[in-house]
Structures are given as C-alpha cells and as structure tokens.
C-alpha cells in the first residue's frame, strides 16, 4: 500500500517561505512522477508543480513559477517543495500525490495520480 505524507505546511507573513516534503513509502519512489496540489476553500483542487520519475523534467503553474521549486531524492522516497516569496493567494491545503504506473509522464491533471497524502495546511498571511 502506498503511503503519502505530507509536512512542513505552516503560517507565514506574505514574501516568506516554506519547504513543504512529502515522505513516500510501501513501495520505492524513484520510478514514479510525483506532483503537487493545492485547494483553497470554496475553491477546486488545482495544480501547482510536478516532477517526473528521474527529477529531469519539472513543471510548474503560472502562478507558482519563479517562486516555487520541486525536487525529488529518491534515496530518501522524498518529494520537496521550495516556496519563496509566498502570497496570500497561496493559502490552501497543499497535497503531494504519485502516479501508480511505473515510468509514467508527470502531467498537471490531477485525474492522473492515483495516490494521494492526507494534505498540509499553508497560510500566508498578508
């Protein structure tokens, strides 16, 4: 059984930072894409970040690109989530979440991930 969780949610001032991890375990990571969601209330889950299985590709919503930055050690089944310069607009509760087919592309479709961590509260301030 595969398990996500998530850590390093928190409340900040506007123009801090953060460093969200996802931990993996019951099977090994390092073949498998990972990404990041968020959902804000009244609002739907959207995309944030995405890395494929080898850590070589990354992606990135508009919103977040430039401040936000994900890799991956695959040593330690572990997904990590650098957030600079954090807007209150980022408040949400932040989900990692992995893709069950080994190989498979990271993408920004949060109906391609079958697995998924029970979430991390971020609040930013203004």
């Known amino acids: 059984q595969v398990q996500l969780v998530e850590s390093g949610g928190g409340l900040v001032q506007a123009g801090g930072s953060l460093r969200l991890s996802c931990a993996a375990s019951g099977r090994t990571s390092s073949s498998y894409a990972m990404g990041w969601f968020r959902q804000a209330p009244g609002k739907e889950r959207e995309f944030v970040s995405a890395?494929?299985?080898?850590?070589?590709?990354?992606y990135y919503a508009n919103s977040v690109k430039g401040r936000f930055t994900i890799s991956r050690d695959n040593g330690k089944n572990t997904v990590y989530l650098q957030m600079n310069s954090l807007k209150p607009e980022d408040t949400a509760v932040y989900y990692c979440a992995t893709r069950s087919t080994r190989y498979s592309s990271a993408t920004s479709y949060y109906t391609d991930y079958d697995y998924w961590g029970q979430g991390t509260q971020v609040t930013v301030s203004s």
């Open positions: 890395i494929s299985w080898s850590g070589g590709n990354t």
